[in-house]
């Protein structure tokens, strides 16, 4: 539960995450891997950053999966769990040729150290 002194952040729908990726395919933002690039990480979590955006993007197999989480600029956070619930998961929200540009870009995005604490 949250506290009163704590106020409650909204969920990130799954449409921004959408937005936000086209964005990217258009070349208006830049995506970076954070850590470790797309094509190390053969199964699992790649961390991304996209405009300020923190994400948690699944690679399955060297193919595009699905968002597992993501933390906007502001603070407000969204996860796969909600988004697949509704129905607003945002790589199933794309279109297959969205999702090969989207995946071209995370292959070759570059690699960037983890923020310190």
């Known amino acids: ?8 952040t909204s969920a990130i729908p799954g449409a ?7 964005r990217a395919i258009r070349r208006e933002v830049k ?18 950053r996209i405009d300020g955006y923190e994400l948690v993007i699944f690679n399955d197999c060297n193919e595009l999966d699905y968002v597992d989480q993501a933390t906007a600029p502001d603070g407000r956070r969204g996860d796969f769990d909600e988004w697949w619930l509704s129905n607003t998961e945002p790589v199933e929200l794309m279109s297959d040729d969205e999702g090969r540009q989207l995946e071209f870009l995370l292959e070759n995005a570059p690699v960037v150290e983890p923020l310190q604490p």
């Open 1 to 8: 539960m949250i506290s009163p002194s704590q106020p409650e």
């Open 16 to 22: 921004e995450i959408v937005e936000l990726f086209r």
């Open 31 to 48: 995506i970076v891997a954070v850590g470790c690039s797309w094509n190390d990480v053969y199964a699992g979590n790649v961390y991304v």
